[in-house]
């Protein structure tokens, strides 16, 4: 288990998405830094966000399709 973040560098808090390692994270991620290239948004794997206080707040997404709604938002 991991969680996909989606962090605007400007602003405090992040969008996350409770996931698991694999391909198909992989191709997410790609996917999603096509997406947000050049509009100063990080999209990182962590392991835990208690261990990464630097991206809270949290908001977490129930599922993939709203959490790329989130990232679109941003």
Do not use: W
Request: hydrophobic fraction near 35%; include cysteine.
């Amino acid at each position: 288990m991991c969680y996909l973040v989606a962090k605007d560098t400007k602003k405090r808090g992040c969008f996350a998405l409770k996931t698991t390692h694999g391909k198909h994270l992989v191709q997410l991620k790609r996917a999603l830094n096509s997406k947000v290239r050049g509009r100063g948004i990080q999209i990182v794997t962590i392991s835990r966000p208690n261990a990464y206080g630097e991206y809270a707040p949290y908001t977490f997404a129930k599922d993939e399709s709203e959490f790329e709604k989130m990232v679109d938002s941003m």
